[in-house]
């Protein structure tokens, strides 16, 4: 089974919809059994990332999140909250990533919505994937490129379009958004 964390935000159900229209079965939950017993873990998410913190902290599913060995992927809000801090509400994030989510300056075009290209991936999410291939985004945040990032794009300045450390993978972009490409992606991280 999937699980699909429930913490007090938006596009939930597009991922499940999307999971559904691939095949596979899934659970919209904020119950740490059901976290913990899924053999896959999917944390998407659009919101503000200080209420969707405190979210997880009342529930100690940020304890339970840090604990999990399985594959699990943060998508934009979720990428976000696997940072180590976010300049949105000054927020304290989960810290799987070692680096800071900042706002994009505001004389650059805020949110940054649409499609756009890869500059640079690597790793099993990108399997079948070309360089070339458009995903779509909508944010505001961004995460600072670091060490874990795996995929790379440009909105005036570079970010971490996709990060991954052990079992933890995030995108920046939606890939249950992205057409084709976007259910590749999905793809490649539920047959990890």
């Known amino acids: 089974m999937i699980a699909i964390i429930k913490y007090n935000a938006g596009n939930i159900l597009s991922v499940q919809n999307t999971l559904t229209r691939l095949g596979y079965k899934s659970e919209i939950?904020?119950?740490?059994?059901?976290?913990?017993?899924?053999d896959k873990v999917i944390f998407p998410g659009v919101?503000?990332?200080?209420?969707?913190?405190?979210?997880?902290?009342?529930?100690e599913l940020d304890i339970v999140i840090s604990d999990l060995?399985?594959?699990?992927?943060?998508?934009?809000?979720?990428l976000q909250?696997?940072?180590?801090?976010?300049e949105e509400g000054d927020t304290d994030c989960l810290g799987i990533f070692d680096t800071r989510v900042k706002l994009f300056?505001?004389?650059?075009?805020?949110?940054?919505i649409g499609w756009n290209c890869f500059e640079t991936f690597?790793?099993?999410?990108?399997?079948?994937?070309s360089?070339?291939?458009?995903?779509?985004?909508v944010h505001s945040y961004y995460a600072e490129k670091c060490k874990h990032t795996v995929a790379?794009?440009?909105?005036?300045?570079?970010?971490?379009?996709?990060?991954?450390?052990?079992?933890?993978?995030?995108?920046?972009f939606h890939p249950e958004k992205s057409a084709d490409v976007g259910a590749q992606i999905l793809k490649n991280f539920l047959q990890l």
Do not use: W
């Open 29 to 38: 939950t904020n119950e740490k059994k059901a976290i913990c017993a899924s």
């Open 152 to 172: 790379t794009c440009n909105y005036v300045r570079p970010f971490s379009a996709a990060m991954q450390k052990d079992n933890f993978y995030a995108t920046q």
């Open 122 to 129: 690597k790793g099993p999410l990108f399997k079948d994937v």
């Open 47 to 59: 919101g503000e990332a200080s209420s969707a913190m405190r979210y997880l902290r009342d529930r």
């Open 81 to 86: 909250l696997m940072c180590k801090s976010s």
């Open 105 to 112: 300056p505001p004389d650059d075009k805020v949110p940054h």
């Open 69 to 78: 060995t399985q594959p699990f992927l943060g998508i934009c809000l979720g």
């Open 131 to 137: 360089i070339q291939d458009d995903v779509y985004f």
